[in-house]
Structures are given as C-alpha cells and as structure tokens.
C-alpha cells in the first residue's frame, strides 16, 4: 500500500509537468505555424511585387500580338505582292506565325487558359484564312483581301474573344 501512495505521489507531481508541457508544445506549434504562415506571406508579398510587372508587360504583349494577328488589322497591314491567292495566303499565314513565334514566351507568366485561348485565336484565325483561300481559289489575292474583310466585319473575331479575356484577367489581378 506503501508503494501504492508513492506512486500516486510521483504522479501527483508529475501531472502538472505533464500538463504544462503538453500546453507548452501546443502553445509553440501554433505559434510556430503562425511565423511560418506569415514569413510566406511577406515573401510571397514581396515575390508578387517583383512579378506583377512582369505579368503586366506580358498581357502587354499578348494583347498587341492579338491586335496584329486580328484579321482585320492584318488584312490592312500586310498587302498581297502578286495576284496569287496562294502566295498571299501563305504570307498571311506567315506573318502570324512570327508574331505568335515571337511572344510564345510569355505564356509563363498568364493562366494556361488564357494561353489556350490565344493559341486557339491563333489557330482559328489562320483556320479561317485557309477556308478562304479555298473558297476563292482562282480569284485574285485582292478578292480573297475583300472577302476577308467582308466576313470579319459582320462577326467577332477570335482575337476580339481572347482580347475580352486578357482584359478580364488583368483585371482580376487588381
């Protein structure tokens, strides 16, 4: 029985260290988790300090390669050298393709959804301007210019689609 006691009275004193250090620990883990959070969020912070200019001279530069490949500017801009509806074809097709060869590296800093969504405005425009020159093949490059430019004014082009979602997303930035 003697033993019995001095067992309960090592417990006795011990209990409190017990209790003590298990709150001491949980105190420390939730203060330590609490310091981790808020020096990811200061680095975090201070990373999206750095890289917003970066994303914003991106969409920049997405939103002129839609202006340029946006049929209706391309049309004006890039005149046929001869009368040959495949030559102007090709040379339209050409110039798009610099143009977005020349901007592919900004896909990493916008969403992959909006790099999609200018690929695919990329792809359906040149999509369009090969169906045209089908459909005019035997004309002259000046009456597949004019057909173009007939059927792009009465319609939204893919880059005008992917323009309104650069927008949308530059503005959720702010």
């Known amino acids: 029985m003697e033993e019995f006691a001095q067992v309960l009275n090592y417990v006795a ?66 005149k046929p050298f001869s009368e040959d509806v495949n030559e102007y074809e090709a040379l339209l097709i050409k110039s798009i393709e610099q143009e977005f060869e020349h901007n592919v590296t900004q896909q990493i800093y916008v969403t992959q959804e909006c790099w999609n969504l200018i690929n695919a405005a990329k792809n359906a425009t040149i999509h369009v301007i090969r169906q045209a020159a089908m459909h005019e093949n035997g004309n002259t490059a000046d009456n597949l210019r004019e057909y173009l ?16 979602y650069i927008k949308k997303e530059v503005a959720e930035l702010f």
Do not use: C, W
Not at 31 to 60: D, M
């Open 13 to 78: 004193f011990l209990l409190p260290a017990i209790v003590v250090g298990v709150v001491a620990y949980y105190f420390f883990k939730g203060h330590t988790a609490n310091e981790e959070g808020r020096r990811r969020y200061l680095v975090q912070k201070e990373a999206q300090n750095k890289i917003i200019p970066s994303r914003l001279q991106a969409y920049e530069r997405l939103t002129l390669l839609m202006e340029r490949i946006d049929p209706n500017k391309l049309l004006v801009r890039v």
């Open 149 to 164: 430019l007939r059927n792009f004014m009465e319609e939204v082009t893919p880059s005008q689609k992917a323009l309104a």
